[in-house]
């Protein structure tokens, strides 16, 4: 089992800045890919952004250019500026061990944060 742990949500105007994060802990995988996702109400969960144990980004195209996604070891983080009201939903951290190959081998997620967009 792998545990997420998810920080640094709330709410902010139009315009500013957040930063995400998730800490992974337990039987981490040493290929691993990890990413946010985010639902907003009345909508389906969307990828926002993943990155792979090797540093390979990801972005959803509404998020490209005010979205970036980084990690550390057995971190990942979200740095999200120039936030829209449309950004407002709860973020999710997905983790995901994989084989040599890419295949996933198991999936974990986080309890989610709220983000809040309002003036």
């Known amino acids: 089992q792998v545990q997420l742990v998810e920080s640094g949500g709330g709410l902010v105007q139009p315009g500013g800045s957040l930063r995400l994060s998730c800490a992974a802990s337990?039987?981490?995988?040493?290929?691993?890919?990890m990413g946010w996702y985010r639902q907003a109400p009345g909508k389906e969960r969307e990828l926002v952004a993943s990155?792979?144990?090797?540093?390979n980004t990801n972005y959803a195209d509404s998020v490209k250019g005010r979205f970036t996604i980084s990690s550390a070891k057995n971190m990942v983080y979200l740095q999200i500026s120039s936030l829209k009201p449309e950004d407002t939903a709860v973020y999710y951290c997905?983790?995901?061990?994989?084989?040599?190959?890419?295949?996933?081998?198991?999936?974990?997620w986080g309890q989610g944060t709220q983000v809040t967009v309002s003036s």
């Open positions: 337990g039987n981490v995988f040493s290929i691993n890919a």
């Open positions: 990155i792979t144990s090797g540093r």
């Open positions: 997905n983790y995901r061990g994989l084989s040599a190959l890419g295949v996933v081998i198991a999936q974990y």
